[in-house]
């Protein structure tokens, strides 16, 4: 019987990403200095299509925005798939880069153009390994999401649109600015928290400020909830589920002297504990209502239910160590972070896991996501490349019983630390 079980190529992949890192820097620049809010990312994924039939890899477009492409067996044993997200974030850049967001009030303030650059040189270093892929019956699919950033986000339109058909294992990175470049956090089990966004509205009388009492003084109630409810929360949710709700916006009246009729109060509602997130709508409501009954106004509580945690598989994890430390990066311990990411929806239906990439500078600034001055290392991209098309065949080789992925990782120390 013919062995189909897939060789390690880590030396093949490093090589041709580091031939391509010229490219790659290019790209990440350009996609940089576009940058397009979720569901609108037109731009990009033609950018991305383009590259990829380029390098003949076959490309199917989604509905809106982003894209699938396919490497390797055309009726595989096993598919791997690699997920990137392309979206941008509604903040104004404030870097002073050359190649600085072109786009007023939009910026990659998450690395997501780090993300789709590093799928692009994974993608572009297994074309030139494909017929190792073919010669294993093992297939890649590559998947470039749109719309992480909103709620619901772009993942679940992937699933809708058949990209987890036939998908045995998922793996994704993520840019983590705590860790140096070279480096890839990696942690079994949650690496991130569950994540719903909250608004609340209210409606009373309102008045002149010189009356409060002939209204329902709404901006005082609106004060309560911002308050109020999260010390609630606290206080009826168990403090093991690190229940975490913070406000992001506020609008209330428009002049010093007018209370107003109408107010709004919207932000996350966070936790690590996945069981006590399917239930909380209800009590978060609830408590809403009990705080604002002394003013007499009415309220409008909005859950948009958006991501249970990231579990990562901790098979996984070993094929991603092999990865790692197979094309020339550094393993690292990552903590779990109250950060949302919609890659969970994936892994409701695949085993996966998701990586932390290294991009601060090494003795260099730590910086933090979702904040104007993000600047990342550009090292970081080769190793991302490098970690996404190593994947493929650890976990390839996994799944055909390879003995050459035992013993790889040092899992407890990982998880532990």
């Known amino acids: 019987m013919t062995d189909r079980t897939p060789s390690l190529p880590f030396e093949a992949i490093a090589r041709t990403v580091e031939q391509c890192v010229p490219e790659l820097v290019t790209i990440r620049r350009d996609l940089h200095t576009h940058p397009e809010l979720g569901r609108g990312e037109v731009r990009t994924t033609a950018l991305i299509a383009e590259r990829l ?200 009246g428009g002049a010093a002297n007018v209370i107003p009729s109408s107010g709004k109060v919207t932000g996350t509602l966070r936790m690590l504990d996945a069981g006590i997130w399917d239930g909380v709508e209800r009590l978060l409501e609830s408590v809403v209502h009990e705080v604002v009954r002394p003013y007499a106004v009415q309220a409008d509580v909005t859950i948009t239910k958006g991501v249970p945690p990231v579990v990562n598989d901790a098979s996984c994890i070993d094929a991603l160590t092999a990865a790692v430390t197979g094309t020339g990066g550094f393993v690292a311990p990552t903590p779990q972070s109250l950060g949302g990411e919609d890659f969970a929806w994936y892994l409701t239906h695949v085993p996966g896991a998701m990586a932390r990439l290294g991009t601060r500078t090494p003795g260099g600034t730590t910086y933090d996501l979702h904040r104007g001055d993000l600047v990342v290392d550009e090292a970081a991209i080769p190793v991302g490349a490098r970690t996404l098309a190593g994947v493929v065949f650890a976990a390839a080789a996994q799944l055909a019983g390879s003995p050459s992925l035992t013993g790889v990782s040092p899992l407890t120390a990982v998880a532990d630390r």
Not at 183 to 198: K, S
């Open 53 to 252: 039939e380029r390098a003949g890899i076959g490309v199917r477009r989604l509905r809106g925005t982003g894209l699938v492409a396919e490497l390797g067996a055309t009726d595989p044993v096993h598919r791997i798939a690699l997920r990137a997200d392309i979206d941008a974030l509604p903040i104004r850049e404030q870097t002073g880069l050359p190649f600085a967001s072109q786009t007023d009030g939009v910026s990659h303030s998450c690395g997501h153009d780090v993300h789709t650059t590093a799928l692009i040189g994974a993608a572009l270093a297994l074309k030139e390994v494909e017929e190792r892929l073919v010669a294993a019956n093992v297939a890649a699919r590559l998947v470039f999401q749109p719309a992480e950033e909103l709620m619901p986000g772009g993942a679940e339109d992937v699933v809708a649109q058949d990209g987890l058909v036939g998908v045995d294992r998922i793996f994704a990175l993520h840019c983590d600015p705590n860790l140096d470049a070279g480096q890839v956090g990696l942690r079994v089990g949650a690496v991130t928290a569950a994540a719903d966004q909250i608004e609340v509205t209210l409606a009373g009388r309102g008045g002149h400020t010189s009356r409060p009492h002939l209204t329902q003084d709404l901006t005082y109630a609106l004060a309560k909830v911002i308050t109020d409810v999260p010390a609630v929360l606290s206080r009826r949710l168990d403090p093991r589920a690190s229940a975490a709700l913070v406000w992001g916006s506020i609008h209330s």
